[in-house]
């Protein structure tokens, strides 16, 4: 078994002392984002450190595999966005404009330092969000799916806290087309994890709900595991999944999910939703008047949790509605009464839920 760096484990100790947040409060999941991802680059084995540290309850992993069959833990499929691969591999990039992780073997990858997600201005790397780590500074690397469960059931063992995993079988639509099962490989590493019981601390999620249908009634059963799984909600014009229609690949209409009678259909398959947070309160409410749209309730009156995505403090990403980042938890955690918040800044977030009367 790889043994995890060291140097992400002194990194881990740092944060530690410095944040004192402890678990956040029953009944209620802080879930780091792609890692402490307001603070260190998003998917880093650091991030992820300090995620633990800063008392998350679940830590995400979006999964990606490579051309030699490996899974990596990367939010895109390309690696253009947060990584140097234009200048280590200028050549590979696909007609599309992008290079992605499937064209490459693992050993290349980790030639790759992995950065902030950045805009170039001329010669010069700047973060796309300006009060982000800046893009270029230190060393990062994309880590394995392996590697990373390495770290987290290290740290749950050396802190004595079990902070689980989540993780999203990222367009396994996409991986079909390039002749991998995503989703079955990503199971065999879990299962040899340990994460075998609807009991154990993990979340499977999805923007595919075909693929969750496979994962339910096919793959699950014949691997002897029975996992939560969570249905990811999307706008249909982001095109995260796509369909054949008509000889035509167009993007998975998403509509008939924010109804309320689809609650019912996605409880067959799925025992939460992940949606947008837009999709739960009108971006056109106001401070004291909040208009929320019924999902929420929709889906628990199915026995569904409900993990909005993706709370941020970022300048611009508070919506007017709300007068900063507590009060926008304090809104969805205690108004709109959802089961838990993915965010960027998962340290804010268990703070805020410690110190809050109903959070305990």
């Not at 496979?214 to 796509?242: C, F, H, N, S």
């Not at 025992?271 to 009108?282: A, T």
């Not at 026995?303 to 709370?311: I, K, N, S």
């Not at 938890?329 to 009367?357: E, M, Q, S």
Request: with cysteine; hydrophobic share 40%; net charge negative.
């Amino acid at each position: 078994m790889k043994m995890t760096p060291l140097n992400t484990f002194v990194a881990a100790s740092l944060c530690a002392t410095l944040f004192t947040g402890g678990p956040a409060a029953a009944g209620k999941v802080v879930i780091a984002h792609r890692g402490a991802s307001g603070y260190l680059p998003e998917h880093s084995l650091p991030g992820k450190a300090a995620a633990h540290a800063m008392g998350a309850d679940y830590i995400e992993q979006d999964l990606v595999m490579t051309r030699d069959d490996r899974i990596i833990v990367l939010h895109d499929l390309y690696l253009d966005r947060v990584t140097n691969v234009a200048e280590v591999f200028p050549d590979r990039r696909r007609p599309d404009g992008h290079y992605y992780a499937i064209d490459f073997d693992l050993a290349e990858i980790k030639r790759l330092r992995l950065m902030e997600a950045f805009k170039r201005e001329g010669d010069t790397l700047l973060a796309i969000s300006p009060v982000r780590f800046p893009p270029g500074r230190s060393v990062f690397r994309i880590s394995t799916l392996e590697e990373e469960l390495e770290l987290i059931q290290g740290m749950n063992h050396s802190t004595g806290r079990v902070v689980g995993i989540y993780t999203e079988i990222k367009a396994p639509w996409f991986h079909r087309q390039e002749g991998k099962d995503l989703s079955r490989a990503a199971l065999t590493v879990l299962k040899q994890y340990g994460y075998t019981r609807r009991e154990d601390p993990l979340y499977l999620q999805s923007f595919d709900p075909q693929e969750l249908k496979r994962l339910r009634t096919e793959l699950l059963p014949a691997m002897g595991l029975d996992l939560k799984l969570v249905q990811l909600i999307a706008e249909t014009r982001w095109g995260l999944t796509m369909v054949i229609e008509d000889g035509r690949t167009v993007p998975y209409d998403y509509e008939w999910m924010k109804r309320p009678e689809a609650m019912a259909k996605i409880a067959a398959y799925a025992d939460g939703i992940g949606p947008w947070f837009n999709m739960l309160v009108r971006p056109d409410s106001a401070p004291g008047k909040i208009e929320v749209t019924g999902m929420v309730e929709a889906a628990h009156a199915a026995g569904l949790e409900v993990h909005p995505y993706t709370f941020r403090s970022d300048p611009g990403q508070v919506p007017a509605y709300a007068t900063d980042f507590e009060d926008l938890l304090d809104i969805f955690l205690f108004k709109v009464g959802v089961d838990g918040v993915f965010t960027d800044y998962p340290d804010r977030a268990v703070r805020f839920l410690n110190k809050h009367p109903q959070g305990r």
